[in-house]
């Protein structure tokens, strides 16, 4: 009877995680939208994002020869980190995404304008799959989504150098907070709330400049406009 007793229990505890085990399988089938970036002339030179539905991503950039950073004084080097972004922003990629048949089609204009960067969106899904790669699109809705995940790029860098300074330069903080507020003025840079973190840290820090405290406040204020 015992024995019987612990092969029921040990079978029911077997068959609890099946429908975990499910979900998790179902979970890739949602596909992700990835934006691809190079230009040999920055630093960095190449860099991917990965968002999912749900606002997470990934964010990985490979130093470039050129050092050049947001206020030209710090190079952001290589970062790997993973992402969150904000509904909305998310669901205007996706749209856009399925709008445009998930990247299936020509995104290039073909001309002869000045060399901003190749940009390959693609996308695999359930749904279908696409890639387009282009330096300007006359598609309004795609060169937008472009320039608009260029940003994003942007804000994930400045936050890289941010850190960097803070733990090797802190006078330097005041001219890269100087620019980090008009590059989001201007939309240079885009989606705050990825850099949260290092926003509240120096928001919070009695050791570094007055004015650089009360730059990450105004852009923390910021975080889901």
């Known amino acids: 009877m015992r024995a019987a007793w612990l092969i029921l229990v040990v079978a029911a505890l077997i068959a609890v995680p099946a429908p975990f085990a499910q979900a998790e399988t179902e979970n890739p089938a949602a596909g992700a939208v990835e934006v691809e970036f190079s230009n040999p002339s920055l630093s960095p030179?190449?860099?991917?994002?990965t968002l999912r539905r749900d606002g997470s991503g990934h964010f990985h950039s490979e130093?470039?020869?050129?050092?050049?950073?947001?206020?030209?004084?710090?190079?952001?080097?290589?970062?790997?980190?993973e992402v969150e972004l904000s509904a909305k922003f998310t669901d205007h990629v996706f749209d856009t995404a399925q709008r445009h048949k998930w990247f299936n089609q020509e995104c290039d204009s073909h001309l002869k304008l000045a060399f901003q960067g190749w940009k390959t969106l693609s996308y695999k899904g359930a749904e279908g799959q696409g890639k387009c790669?282009?330096?300007?699109?006359?598609?309004?809705?795609?060169?937008?989504?472009?320039?608009?995940?260029v940003a994003v790029s942007e804000t994930l860098l400045e936050g890289a150098r941010l850190e960097m300074l803070l733990q090797h330069d802190r006078l330097g903080l005041d001219k890269e907070t100087e620019y980090l507020v008009e590059a989001w003025k201007d939309g240079r840079v885009q989606q705050l709330g990825a850099i949260r973190g290092i926003l509240e840290r120096l928001a919070?820090?009695?050791?570094v400049m007055d004015r650089v405290r009360k730059r990450a406040k105004v852009l923390l204020a910021q975080v889901g406009t």
Not at 138 to 145: G, N, P, V, Y
Not at 204 to 207: L, T
């Open 63 to 81: 130093r470039g020869k050129t050092l050049a950073g947001g206020s030209q004084g710090m190079d952001a080097g290589s970062v790997d980190r």
């Open 45 to 49: 030179s190449h860099w991917t994002l």
């Open 204 to 207: 919070g820090d009695e050791d």
């Open 133 to 149: 790669t282009f330096n300007y699109s006359k598609d309004k809705d795609i060169q937008t989504l472009g320039d608009a995940l």
